[in-house]
Each structure stands twice: as C-alpha cells, then as structure tokens.
C-alpha cells in the first residue's frame, strides 16, 4: 500500500493549488482521508478530512479557502486551495485509514512542500 502526494509548488498570495493523494496497492476500502500541514517550527495540524461516505471537514483556518474531494474510480483524494496566504506555507501529508490485503491501518504519503509567497 502507498500514498503518493503530489501537487505542491510555489504560488503567489492570492493564487491556487490543487494537492493530489493517490493510492495504491491491494486496498479494499478507505474509511477516510485527512490531509496535514506542518511549517517550520510549528506543529502538524490536520487541515481536512474526508470520509468514505463523503462527509468531509476542515481546520477553521482553511474553511471557505480548502475544499477536499475524492475521485473513488481513481482512488485519488484532492485538495483545492484557494486564495492562498502565505501562513499556508507548509509540507502538506495526505494520511488514510484503509484496509488492504496486508491488513488494516493508518498509512501516510511523503508529502509535498506548499510555498506562498506575499
């Protein structure tokens, strides 16, 4: 089972990225995704969550910016963000609770490096 987070890149204040967390490998189901953020000297914050019914949630600080979605055909979760400020400056991990020929578990992408410049 892998995660593969990808998407990140240097955008300006104001601007948009879309985060993608594919996985792979023998994998049943997904009960939930959650993707995190961790910046320099702070800790990991979990930024949003979504369910394999689709009922998602965010940290307050992303509401109305962060939207998190889910392509099951593709097994892939994404994050839209938009009107990006630079404290969104972080390494963003995608993590998902799943089931899988190997067994059950909490497994977590290597993550990609988000910069928002002002």
């Known amino acids: 089972v892998q995660l593969q987070a990808s998407g990140g890149g240097l955008v300006q204040a104001g601007g948009s990225l879309r985060l993608s967390c594919a996985t792979s490998g023998s994998i049943f189901s997904i009960n939930a995704v959650g993707w995190h953020r961790q910046a320099p000297g702070k800790e990991r914050e979990l930024v949003a969550t979504i369910t394999s019914g689709g009922s998602t949630d965010y940290a307050d600080s992303v509401k109305g910016r962060f939207t998190i979605s889910r392509d099951n055909a593709k097994n892939t979760v994404y994050l839209q963000m938009n009107s990006l400020k630079p404290e969104d400056t972080a390494f963003y991990y995608c993590?998902?609770?799943?089931?899988?020929?190997?067994?059950?578990?909490?497994?977590w992408g290597q993550g990609t490096q988000v910069t928002v410049s002002s």
């Open positions: 993590n998902a609770i799943l089931h899988s020929i190997v067994g059950s578990g909490d497994y």
